[in-house]
């Protein structure tokens, strides 16, 4: 007999069926679904301070800024000495130029027009212009200065030419774009411990040119402080993000593991040994699929119980009425009294019919389990 597929139990049956594949598609992850949840919940936190670890580049941009403004502010201070050179008589000049370099911190030099060095701050003693020598320094300025070209490098960070002395004034280059036209020029070195140096040239009129050197440590100084600042935060927020990523994973993976061992040892036929856990105190999500598949367990048992029940008292009832027809069958053989042969084919008749009624009882009951 052909099963009806037209019946309301099929039709339900295959919207159930189309509905669990509608949820299998949605719920599904083509780029993680062989990931576990405890390395995507940390990837994900991860990925949040990537995306908050871009404040170097911030500082990138911060120290080309600041960087920017010392050298116009370079560029101001040339323009008002040269100015200030030019209003003094000649004797004046060297006083004039050591009193400028030590309010404005740094090195002046002054050359004539055949670009010959007139006027050195530094020859005259004041020595507030200094390299440091990178050799001589603490552990902690070299790793400092790691710290510097590494993030250059991963910033792309342009690198400022080597900072050198030249005996020329020719030699520099502000110096002859200072005298070639009438302006200003500067540029930016770099000492041998990574800080910038800045130099900016003013001509002044009668062919001469006034050029001032400094080497701005405290930019560097002030990056790298806020550098070591956000490096504390980025520290501990990831500290923090940790943490709270394996609080999720031990609030959420942890009882879904236990919950799929207690279903696997139901799959194997462990069930009356298992004991789903219920998760009382848990109100969320997972709670109630700890309750479901519980109670699911449960269901489950007790079907097995009944059916063992039921299997029992099938094959009570069956041993009854085919030992009965044993009997008679082999009584049937030895037997020669026809009335004798009568009332044991009776006796199978009976037993046959016991038999079928039986069957048919438990066709019936199945039917009834399964609706």
Known sequence: MEPDIDSPRNS???IDLARDEEDARALSLRWSARVSLTPRILFVNVFALAMLAGGFFYLDSYRSRIVDG??????????????????VPQKQRPDLALKLAQDMGARLRIYDKDAKLIIDTRAMGLRNFVLQDPDKQDWQQAAARFLDAVIDTVVGAPRAPLYRERTSGMAWPDVRTARAEPKVAATVWRAPDRTPVITAASAFPGGGVVMSTINARDITQTVRVERFRLGVVLLIVAIVSVLLSLFLARTIVRPLRRLARAAVRVRLGRAREVVVPRLPERRDEIGMLARALSDMSLALRARID??????????HEMKNPLASLRSAVEGMAMVKDPALQDRLLAIVRDDVQRLDRLITDIAEAHAWTHN
Do not use: C, K, N, Y
């Open 12 to 14: 339900a049956v295959g």
């Open 70 to 87: 010392r050298v116009t502010q370079s560029i101001r201070e040339a323009r008002l000495v040269a100015e200030a050179i030019v209003a």
């Open 306 to 315: 009944a059916i063992e029940a039921f299997a029992a008292d099938v094959t």
